[in-house]
Protein backbone atom coordinates (compact mmCIF):
# COMPACT_ATOMS: atom_id res chain seq x y z
CA UNK A 1 0.00 0.00 0.00
CA UNK A 2 1.68 2.99 -0.70
CA UNK A 3 0.77 5.63 2.46
CA UNK A 4 1.54 9.00 0.47
CA UNK A 5 -1.67 8.36 -1.86
CA UNK A 6 -4.04 6.94 1.43
CA UNK A 7 -3.12 10.05 3.19
CA UNK A 8 -3.60 12.07 0.45
CA UNK A 9 -7.02 11.15 -0.16
CA UNK A 10 -8.04 11.47 3.50
CA UNK A 11 -6.71 14.65 3.72
CA UNK A 12 -10.14 15.69 2.53
CA UNK A 13 -13.01 16.50 4.49
CA UNK A 14 -15.46 15.69 1.21
CA UNK A 15 -13.69 12.57 0.90
CA UNK A 16 -13.64 11.36 4.02
CA UNK A 17 -17.22 12.13 3.92
CA UNK A 18 -17.49 9.53 1.02
CA UNK A 19 -15.80 7.08 2.89
CA UNK A 20 -18.46 7.71 6.39
CA UNK A 21 -21.48 7.18 3.34
CA UNK A 22 -19.80 3.92 2.49
CA UNK A 23 -19.07 2.70 6.00
CA UNK A 24 -22.35 0.79 6.24
CA UNK A 25 -23.59 0.34 2.82
CA UNK A 26 -22.82 0.21 -1.32
CA UNK A 27 -23.57 3.30 -3.25
CA UNK A 28 -23.96 4.17 -6.42
CA UNK A 29 -21.88 6.76 -7.83
CA UNK A 30 -25.10 8.87 -8.42
CA UNK A 31 -26.31 8.01 -5.01
CA UNK A 32 -23.18 9.54 -3.54
CA UNK A 33 -23.15 12.47 -6.31
CA UNK A 34 -27.01 13.36 -4.86
CA UNK A 35 -25.80 13.93 -1.46
CA UNK A 36 -23.29 16.92 -2.70
CA UNK A 37 -23.70 20.08 -3.77
CA UNK A 38 -21.15 19.56 -6.60
CA UNK A 39 -21.12 18.34 -9.72
CA UNK A 40 -20.75 14.91 -11.01
CA UNK A 41 -17.53 15.43 -12.48
CA UNK A 42 -16.07 16.78 -8.77
CA UNK A 43 -17.62 13.92 -7.32
CA UNK A 44 -16.06 11.26 -9.88
CA UNK A 45 -13.00 13.12 -9.51
CA UNK A 46 -12.94 12.72 -5.48
CA UNK A 47 -13.80 8.47 -6.16
CA UNK A 48 -11.07 8.37 -8.32
CA UNK A 49 -8.55 9.64 -5.66
CA UNK A 50 -10.16 6.94 -3.84
CA UNK A 51 -9.97 4.47 -5.54
CA UNK A 52 -6.29 5.32 -6.63
CA UNK A 53 -5.69 5.14 -3.25
CA UNK A 54 -7.63 1.53 -3.05
CA UNK A 55 -9.72 2.61 -0.19
CA UNK A 56 -12.59 2.10 -2.26
CA UNK A 57 -13.80 -0.69 -4.64
CA UNK A 58 -16.02 -0.50 -7.64
CA UNK A 59 -18.11 -2.76 -9.17
CA UNK A 60 -20.29 -2.43 -12.48
CA UNK A 61 -23.58 -4.05 -12.95
CA UNK A 62 -25.42 -2.75 -16.07
CA UNK A 63 -25.30 1.39 -17.04
CA UNK A 64 -24.30 1.65 -12.60
CA UNK A 65 -20.98 1.80 -10.69
CA UNK A 66 -21.20 0.99 -6.94
CA UNK A 67 -18.37 1.59 -4.74
CA UNK A 68 -17.94 -0.08 -1.55
CA UNK A 69 -14.84 0.59 1.34
CA UNK A 70 -11.54 -1.69 0.51
CA UNK A 71 -11.52 -2.24 4.30
CA UNK A 72 -8.77 -4.55 3.87
CA UNK A 73 -6.64 -1.39 3.39
CA UNK A 74 -8.25 0.36 6.21
CA UNK A 75 -7.21 -2.24 8.63
CA UNK A 76 -3.67 -2.39 7.63
CA UNK A 77 -3.36 1.44 7.75
CA UNK A 78 -4.51 0.86 11.26
CA UNK A 79 -2.02 -1.61 12.11
CA UNK A 80 0.45 0.74 11.08
CA UNK A 81 -0.95 3.37 13.11
CA UNK A 82 -1.12 1.30 16.40
CA UNK A 83 2.69 0.09 15.60
CA UNK A 84 3.92 3.38 15.08
CA UNK A 85 1.98 4.29 18.24
CA UNK A 86 4.18 1.74 20.05
CA UNK A 87 1.38 -0.32 22.07
CA UNK A 88 3.46 -2.70 23.49
Known amino acids: MA ?3 TFKALSDPVRREILEMLKG ?11 FDMT ?7 LKILKNADLIRETRHKNFIYY ?5 V ?3 LMVWLSDLKGDA
Open 25 to 35: STLSAGEIAGK
Open 68 to 72: ELNLS
Open 40 to 46: QATVSYH
Open 74 to 76: VEE
Open 3 to 5: FAD
